[in-house]
């Protein structure tokens, strides 16, 4: 048996381009409640910053990411903020268990003071084409959309330690969502569509800037990882036809850029996206990330189907990882990286995060054992 | 002249801005209030929830004819009330404690809402207790309940548990939600369960008939 040889920026650069690397790369999220557990009993507790949620203690200011302390292929960087304006957000109403806020965006939500959740859309205040263009002109590229304490600490050890860098940041849906809320966006795409292609337009500009504004500082990565949940459970939010006509361009765009600088991009969407696939990829989607299994998506079917054309970042059961039986996650680590190997495309991941009963002897036996059956010899 | 087939269609079209002339056309040509609902309205919506799963519709398409639904309603209402015209089914719907997302909730009642069931939205993070106390304010026949996060599924098995201990008889229960399957359905003793929101109206409204 070969010892690996490569560096981990080397590993995963080589999948990107579905080229046979050394192993299967890991990389991998953690719901908060696992990432604190695992870091107290790793030595390296959460460092905690003034904030009115326990959960949001900005794991990346911490002195070694939970990626480094798992001595993962990959991190991320940069993270630009897309928010309106940078105030704090205005407290309406709390109790000991939730906050309820108008954040930046001019959205009310209710959060969990003490764990991580999707909040409650009470309200969005930019619900119409005349409150969009009372706001649009806050929606510039600028320095402080990006916590560079954080992420340049985070990308210097990266560098030293060869990791792979990657780009993270949201894609359109995610970014209006936060603004305008799912079913305002939604209705508007078959309402008023001139608003929705004007706001989408106006968020990719910004994020194109961005990416220059954080080329132009040094940060310079290797990939991109973008974020935004396209479906949920049973399906996309959009018709395919929708999404072409609303989100192709805009995806394509963001996408170009990246693939311009010899970035590949891995997409990240909740959900069963099967039937978006080819125009996602028609967008310039490389990668794609967390692969629900609840959602009903397999790497075991979609790998076979298309081959180089694709390559994947997830679909180990997260609900079998917390079940601590070892015999049943190897059988689904080995059944998924034995489907995706042959096409020297998949990168180990969750299929979201992982779930806050999984124990670290678990986890660390579930790193070995992709190292193990992740080897190509 | 309007007809029934003409509010059907506005319905799947989602045409919120003919609703109101095409559903006073009909009253004052003498149709019945409950004909416009049952055989224009009911039958748009079913014909949604049908596209819905079968994937020739998505959620913008049921937003905008829910949206015209709603309108139609604003008109039809008070002929509705003076008629005497009685919803199919009272159903509560709520997302469980712990569990503050809505937009699926949300969805699901608009759905039940066009299978003709008078809607109570208890809102999210709603206790067991807050349920029986929804039930027995007024007439319930089913309650829909909602997680979105494996880690409040657990408050779904209780939900279940203190309805149908609680009330005697005890309403019909469907669940549902992103980690919510059929087989956790079977064995938390709930009645129904939805993979998606037309599919948990069909399902409400089969077991509110029985």
Redesign the interface.
């Known amino acids: 048996m070969s010892k690996p040889s490569m560096s981990s920026r080397e590993r995963v650069a080589r999948t990107l381009a579905h080229q046979q690397p050394d192993r299967v790369p890991i990389f991998d999220k953690f719901w908060f409640q696992t990432e604190k557990s695992f870091r107290e009993q790793l030595g390296h507790p959460l460092v905690e910053r003034e904030t009115r949620f326990d959960w949001d203690t900005a794991p990346c200011a911490q002195a070694q990411t939970i990626w480094e302390l798992f001595d993962m292929d990959m991190v991320e960087v940069a993270w630009p903020d897309y928010r309106l304006r940078f105030t704090p957000p205005e407290i309406l109403e709390e109790t000991d268990e939730w906050v309820l806020q108008r954040d930046g965006n001019e959205a009310v939500l209710r959060w969990w003071k003490h764990k991580m959740g999707v909040p409650e859309h009470v309200k969005f205040g930019i619900d119409s084409p005349e409150q969009w263009a009372r706001v649009k002109p806050l929606m510039t590229a600028s320095r402080e959309r990006v916590r560079w304490d954080e992420f340049w600490p985070l990308y210097r050890r990266a560098r030293e330690a060869d990791r792979y860098v990657c780009y993270a940041t949201v894609e359109p849906i995610e970014m209006i969502k936060d603004v305008l809320g799912h079913e305002i966006m939604l209705r508007a795409m078959i309402k008023q569509p001139e608003w929705i292609h004007d706001i989408f337009d106006t968020y990719i500009t910004v994020a194109v800037q961005m990416l220059e504004l954080v080329e132009a500082e040094g940060m310079v990565c290797d990939g991109a990882f973008v974020y935004g949940d396209i479906a949920y459970n049973t399906g996309p939010f959009m018709s395919p036809r929708h999404y072409r006509e609303f989100v192709q361009p805009y995806h394509k765009r963001l996408m170009d850029e990246f693939h311009r600088r010899n970035m590949p991009v891995l997409l990240h969407s909740d959900g069963d996206i099967r039937l978006l696939l080819d125009d996602l990829m028609a967008s310039g989607v490389d990668f794609i990330n967390p692969l629900e299994v609840k959602a009903g998506m397999d790497v075991r079917e979609l790998a076979p189907k298309y081959k180089e054309r694709l390559g994947y970042c997830g679909n180990i059961d997260a609900r079998i990882l917390e079940t601590n039986d070892l015999d049943r996650i190897r059988e689904e680590i080995r059944s998924k990286l034995a489907a995706a190997m042959p096409y020297n495309g998949y990168i180990y991941h969750s299929d979201h995060s992982v779930l806050p009963g999984t124990t670290l002897e678990t986890y660390q036996a579930v790193l070995e054992e992709v190292k193990t059956a992740g080897r190509y010899d | 002249m309007s007809t029934l087939e003409d509010v059907r269609q506005a319905v799947l079209v ?1 045409d919120e801005q003919v609703m109101a002339d095409l559903v006073n056309g009909l009253l004052k040509e003498g149709t019945p209030a409950d004909r416009i609902l049952s055989e224009g309205l009911l039958a748009g919506m079913t014909e949604v929830g049908r596209r819905f799963r079968e ?1 020739e ?5 049921v ?2 004819a829910a ?1 015209a639904m709603k309108e139609a309603m604003q008109v039809l209402r008070p002929h509705l009330t003076s008629a005497g015209v009685k919803p199919f089914a009272t159903a509560a719907i709520a997302t469980v404690k712990g ?6 909730k ?1 969805l699901v009642a608009t759905m039940l809402e066009g299978a003709g069931f008078e809607v109570v939205d208890l809102g ?2 709603v206790s067991p207790e807050q349920l029986v106390a929804a039930c027995q304010s007024r007439p319930v026949d089913l309650v829909a309940l909602s997680a ?4 409040t599924m657990p408050a779904m098995v209780d939900a279940v548990q203190v309805l149908k201990r609680e009330l005697h008889p005890a309403p019909r229960i469907i669940v549902g939600g ?2 919510v ?1 059929q087989e956790f359905a079977d064995r938390i003793g709930a009645d129904g369960y939805g ?2 929101a037309a599919t948990g109206a069909e399902v409400a409204r089969r077991l509110c008939t029985k």
């Open positions: 989602g994937y519709y998505f959620i913008p398409e937003l905008v949206g569990d503050l997302h809505d937009i699926g949300n999210v993070d979105l996060l494996t880690t992103a980690p399957t993979r998606d």
